[in-house]
């Protein structure tokens, strides 16, 4: 069974537009974080939420909104697409605190056309 | 705030060999170190990690090794195989801004190549 999930895998869409990517896990965990990969495959972190109580928010545009509807879930908005959002989403989370193991999603590729 | 520098960022080897990546980070407030494995389209995966009372672990053919007092951290992989290839990447855990909770830095990446 997948312990943290996301949807869709792949997404491709025009600048301007608005679209959504999704994370569930499974996992018990309370909290969840989405990280940004670039095209050279370097990972930055864009949020965490505990208990659905946002924990991070890194020097990401506002044009990123996270919405955790319950600690199983932890869905990204992203609004008015720009041609630099492409890249790797990945979804993670962990059970809380500072040394705790991150587990990640498969990740979502979101190409901007 | 945290900054993890990972060397080298490509680490072609034969398989048997062994293969060693380093990293060094800046906070010496950080007190988790996770190495993880990403395979070709896939999400990274923890392989091993170490906590900072500790200055070694140890798994099967997979080792890290702490120094706190130089702030920097290694993974030791033996007996490569082609299996093993793969982008590794090293983190460092600090408290996210005055919390308890903790706020991952990753390193570069280090694309690993293991020749059969």
């Known amino acids: 069974d997948t312990a943290v999930s996301q949807t869709p895998k792949y997404l491709v869409t025009q600048m301007g537009n608005d679209k959504s990517i999704k994370c569930e896990q499974n996992l018990g965990h309370d909290t969840m974080y989405w990280y940004k990969q670039d095209s050279k495959k370097f990972l930055k972190i864009m949020f965490s939420y505990n208990n659905k109580e946002l924990i991070i928010n890194e020097t990401v545009p506002n044009r990123f909104s996270p919405k955790s509807p319950d600690k199983a879930h932890l869905n990204l908005h992203i609004n008015s697409l720009e041609l630099g959002d492409s890249a790797v989403y990945f979804c993670a989370s962990s059970q809380g605190g500072q040394v705790e193991t991150q587990y990640f999603g498969p990740g979502t590729r979101l190409l901007v056309l | 705030g945290e900054n993890v520098e990972q060397h080298p960022s490509t680490l072609s080897v034969q398989e048997g060999d062994s293969a060693v990546i380093k990293c060094t980070y800046s906070d010496s407030a950080s007190n988790y170190f996770p190495w993880y494995k990403q395979e070709l389209g896939k999400g990274p995966q923890l392989i091993i990690d170490?906590?900072?009372?500790?200055g070694e672990k140890k798994d099967q053919r997979i080792a890290v090794t702490l120094n706190k007092t130089a702030k920097h951290f290694s993974l030791h992989i033996t007996e490569t195989q082609p299996e093993d290839s793969a982008v590794y990447f090293c983190a460092a855990s600090t408290n996210a801004g005055g919390t308890s909770y903790g706020k991952l830095t990753f390193g570069q990446g280090t694309i690993l190549t293991v020749h059969p």
């Open positions: 170490i906590r900072s009372n500790v």
